[in-house]
């Protein structure tokens, strides 16, 4: 019962006596259950006082818990003979319970490792597509220059790029070519980048240009050696996207 309401009802039920002015619904639960676990495992008669101390502190629960139409019911078994015929079905009762508190930490600590081995696997199958991933990665002059930077110059770098930058497999230089920032553009040139790679869709940095068609970017890059006849997967060079802008 107390695993259905944890994980059913969402109540925490406590193993420990909650202080007398804590009287909500999982105080209370949690006193009836703190000394039905006490009274189990008594291995000695207990006085008078401790009696009532305990009886009333659970009265009050079961009335809170129930309704005030089991005060009765409580003053009644409160003052009743014990049937000792009942004897054994109570003591199977308590071993049962107990048996089901023990399936219940049981129970517990298999959720936890189910939860850490679904992490595992998570992150087995988060590190398989970083390897992956790695294999298809192409070291430039760039990504090397800023490897150097983040291992011996600085702790931190940032790196930008638009939505969708990895998919495309574009490069910084793609980038800078296709937003026309030609300062940027002669930086990664200065680092000797490769000028001619191509983006997943076969574009090179000069397409990008004649794209944007910023006629300073697309200069320095003819200067610098841009292949000009090197053409996209739709089969499109620079001077084929160069003539559609201009039509």
């Known amino acids: 019962m107390v695993l259905l309401l944890r994980n059913l009802a969402d109540v925490c039920v406590g193993d420990c006596l909650p202080f007398s002015t804590n009287v909500n619904l999982a105080a209370d639960l949690s006193r009836i259950k703190y000394y039905r676990n006490t009274i189990a495992h008594l291995d000695k008669v207990i006085t008078d006082i401790e009696f009532n101390v305990m009886w009333e502190d659970i009265y009050m629960a079961v009335q809170r818990l129930g ?22 079905v109570n003591l199977q009762f308590i071993k049962t319970e107990n048996r089901l508190t ?31 991933d790695a294999q298809t990665f192409h070291q430039t002059v760039a990504s090397a220059s800023i490897t150097d930077i983040m291992l011996n110059k600085s702790d931190f770098i940032v790196i930008t790029g638009g939505p969708g930058t990895g998919q495309k497999g574009q490069t910084a230089l793609h980038i800078a070519c296709s937003e026309g920032y030609v300062d ?24 990008y240009a004649c794209e944007s068609q910023d006629e300073n970017v697309v200069d320095l890059l003819i200067d610098n050696k841009a292949d000009v006849n090197k053409s996209d997967n739709n089969g499109l060079s620079p001077l084929h996207i160069v003539v559609q802008k201009k039509t």
Request: glycine share 2%.
């Open 102 to 132: 023990i399936m219940e930490d049981n129970m517990t600590q298999l959720m936890k490792k189910i939860f850490t081995l679904e992490l595992e696997q998570k992150y087995a199958e988060e590190y398989v597509y970083w390897v992956q």
């Open 67 to 88: 309704g005030p139409g089991f005060k009765a019911d409580c003053d009644v078994l409160k003052t009743a003979e014990f049937d000792s015929t009942k004897e054994y």
């Open 184 to 207: 940027c553009v002669k930086t990664l040139l200065n680092y000797k980048c490769d000028i001619n790679m191509c983006d997943k869709k076969d574009k090179t940095a000069l397409i």
